[in-house]
């Protein structure tokens, strides 16, 4: 199993660009996250789905789209990339949403810069 | 209220030394309280983890104490060596979301 994969590891946008965060997960999850960190913040929830089909926004979602059309990927979309969105971005995912063994396995993280 | 505040935000310990992260919440809706560890590039990984029914959890050097009455819970490291110098989060569940503290950058010196 290779876990959850994030692609790319790095990127710079320039203001204005858009580009899609790929994640894809190979442990059949149904609970999909992504979160971004930023220095001294912590995990940011940005959206999260529920299963293929399901999103929701999470804390900080806007600037962000996402989908979910099948069990394996959660796409993270940036339209108009603005500096306030640079940060290390994290996937994750979790067989459910509820209980102690719900651990969330995350991604390698994609670091993203908007200059 | 969702928050999860963390403290210290670093530490330094010396080897073979106790480190102690504290976290304290507000929503008492929470009821799963994870521990996670990241180094440097690297994307967290769970640590350890407690539910509110219980007082501590020890995993080998690593022990949650948790005070449902003071809605607080700790983190201690027992022996602490070199390579358990990473960040920590803690993070407090509920209604299938994670929320993460701040974030503690332990270091352990040789």
């Known amino acids: 199993n290779a876990g959850v994969t994030q692609t790319p590891k790095f990127r710079i946008l320039k203001i204005g660009q858009s580009m899609t965060l790929q994640c894809t997960q190979d442990?059949?999850?149904?609970?999909m996250y992504w979160y971004r960190q930023d220095p001294g913040m912590g995990l940011k929830l940005i959206y999260y789905s529920v299963g293929a089909g399901i999103t929701d926004k999470g804390e900080v979602p806007n600037g962000y789209n996402v989908s979910r059309s099948t069990t394996e990927d959660f796409p993270l979309r940036l339209e108009l990339a603005a500096p306030s969105q640079t940060s290390v971005y994290f996937c994750a995912s979790s067989y459910s949403g509820v209980g102690a063994t719900d651990t969330q396995y995350f991604g390698p993280g994609t670091r993203l810069t908007v200059l | 209220q969702q928050q999860v505040k963390q403290s210290p935000q670093s530490l330094i310990v010396q080897k073979g030394g106790i480190s102690i992260i504290n976290c304290a919440y507000e929503n008492t809706a929470f009821d799963y309280f994870p521990w996670y560890q990241q180094f440097p590039g690297k994307g967290p990984a769970l640590l350890i983890a407690?539910?509110?029914?219980?007082s501590e959890k020890k995993e080998g050097r690593f022990t949650i104490s948790f005070n449902k009455s003071a809605k607080q819970f700790s983190l201690h490291i027992m022996d602490s060596q070199p390579g358990d110098s990473a960040t920590y989060f803690c993070?407090?569940?509920?209604?299938?979301?994670?929320?993460f503290g701040q974030g503690t950058r332990l270091t352990i010196n040789p």
């Open positions: 407690i539910r509110p029914d219980v």
């Open positions: 442990m059949n999850h149904n609970y």
């Open positions: 993070a407090a569940q509920g209604a299938q979301k994670l929320v």
